[in-house]
């Protein structure tokens, strides 16, 4: 059975639709399903966590690739279609919950080789993900599709109008990388918006700071009026002008430069002299 046929063979199953309110739109590529869990590495070792398996499209796949998929799904809808499609997968475990709520360290606490795979809503994505990071779990990498927009400001470089606040964020936690664009049509109903598979790979040694906490400061009051040159966005983090322009002198940044211009290590220097 094809994906198109078998969504649709579901939905009238289970007499549903997607609901916009929670940002569904149900994968029916097989070949894109092939190739997210190509790029997600996975193997007979990984646990893998899934985040919005829907009607299980994917989780289908990955259950067949991995040690085990521990899958985490919201609507009760889906739930109920998963729980069914699912029963006899002795590899396949359910939780019924909003991932954002979810004990994620305690989940995965006596797992080895732990990989996460998702499907994004678009609206939620940027959450997700940096829960994913800030928690400081113990996965190997993260595989997301999200919309493209997204992905392309995930794996920004400096000087580009992508690059912001969450593109120096995830380059701190991750190195990411577009791994497959995703059009529209492979959607049922179609978003409004090309979609991309982005792949995080968790660093296992991060930029050393002296304070972790100033660094983000550091990464929000810059990106906050990016419009803004440096020497006026970094008093945002409680520093008088005078004191931007001698940390800037000392560092021997440009005070005419924004925040899109500077580069990872140069936020981590900003935020170790502040510290």
Known sequence: ?????????????????????????????????????????????DTIIEIGPGLGTLTS??????????????????????????SLYDNVKLIHADVLKTDLKGLIADKTSVKVVANLPY?????????????????EQITVMVQKEVGERFTATPNGKEYGAITVSINYYTEPSIALDVPRDN??????????????????????LKNEKNF???????????????????????KSKQEVKEMLDALGLDSNLRAENLSLETFVKIADYIS
Do not use: H, W
């Not at 639709?17 to 997600?40: D, P, T």
């Not at 609206?123 to 996965?139: N, Q, R």
């Open 123 to 139: 609206y939620i994505t940027t959450p997700i993900v940096m829960k994913l990071l800030e928690d400081d779990l113990k996965i």
């Open 1 to 45: 059975m094809n994906l198109i046929a078998e969504t649709d063979f579901l939905l009238k199953k289970y007499n549903l639709k997607a609901k916009k309110s929670l940002g569904q739109n149900f994968l029916i590529s097989e070949e894109i399903v092939c190739g997210i869990a190509e790029v997600a590495e996975v193997t007979k070792e």
């Open 61 to 86: 796949k990955l259950a067949e690739c991995a040690k085990e998929v521990i899958a985490i799904e919201l609507d009760d809808d889906m739930i109920r279609v998963l729980t069914e499609r699912f």
């Open 216 to 238: 983000f400061r550091v990464i929000k009051a810059a990106f906050s009026q990016r419009r803004k040159n440096i020497a006026n966005s970094l008093m945002g983090v409680g």
């Open 187 to 208: 959607f049922d109903p179609v978003p409004d918006v090309d979609s991309c598979v982005v792949n995080l790979k968790v660093r296992k040694e991060r930029a050393k």
